[in-house]
């Protein structure tokens, strides 16, 4: 560890949180493997662009791991849960909502999220929704950018999916991609086709209605 991150417990934090999600990372990727979800997932939003730039975690988002899943193989993943949970991923959040049809699932793993957002091929499209608030006002985003099919990336010393063209994929996520910022406003991002009123009533997490044992098919 260098003599400027120990002087600074933040950026000890942050480099701390970096190494548990690597770790993380790797157990995920070797107990999906032996899972029905095997060979479908890809690496999504900041954890490609961190691949892809940095060839390693974004210090800035070391506490957010996303991946996308086709529709279709929705049943996969609901299959793959209990491998998970087995592991130590304790079922988080579900959007838009702790039931009826799901768009998202998380998973917590010392103190960082695991996201997986379910994506529909719509022409030459992919698109899935994401949920936050925007003026404070609970929002459901619609949000598209070009389908492709899928390569082998090496990262973290294990080979996962990604989309193909990556520069398509991360300028229509961000833009100029290649510079940093830290902090991205995903609820005004470029990949935004549509905003909805989201009901977030019945927000909640799986445990609080199914308990961690029991993820929601």
Not at 17 to 37: C, G, K, Q, Y
Not at 59 to 72: I, Q
Not at 158 to 163: A, E, H, N, Q
């Amino acid at each position: 560890m260098s003599t400027a991150i120990a002087a600074d417990p933040a950026l000890q934090e942050l480099e701390e949180s970096r190494w548990r999600m690597e770790h993380n990372l790797r157990l995920l990727h070797d107990v999906l493997a032996r899972t029905p979800i095997a060979g479908r997932l890809w690496l999504f939003g900041g954890l490609l662009l961190g691949a892809i730039r940095e060839g390693e975690i974004m210090l800035h988002d070391s506490k957010d791991a996303d991946f996308g899943f086709l529709a279709e193989d929705e049943p996969r993943l609901l299959a793959s849960f209990g491998a998970l949970v087995d592991a130590g991923f304790a079922p988080h959040l579900r959007f838009p909502a702790a039931t009826g049809p799901a768009t998202e699932y998380s998973f917590l793993k010392d103190g960082a999220k695991y996201e997986f957002f379910k994506v529909t091929v719509d022409g030459e499209r992919f698109t899935w929704t994401n949920h936050g608030y925007r003026d404070d006002v609970p929002t459901q985003n619609t949000c598209a950018i070009p389908a492709q099919p899928l390569d082998e990336l090496r990262f973290l010393d294990r080979t996962w999916l990604k989309v193909r063209d990556v520069d398509l994929d991360l300028t229509a996520l961000y833009g100029d991609w290649r510079t940093p910022a830290p902090g991205f406003p995903y609820m005004e991002a470029p990949t935004i086709v549509a905003r909805a009123p989201w009901d977030d009533a019945t927000y909640g997490t799986w445990a609080e209605v199914y308990g961690t044992d029991a993820p929601p098919c």
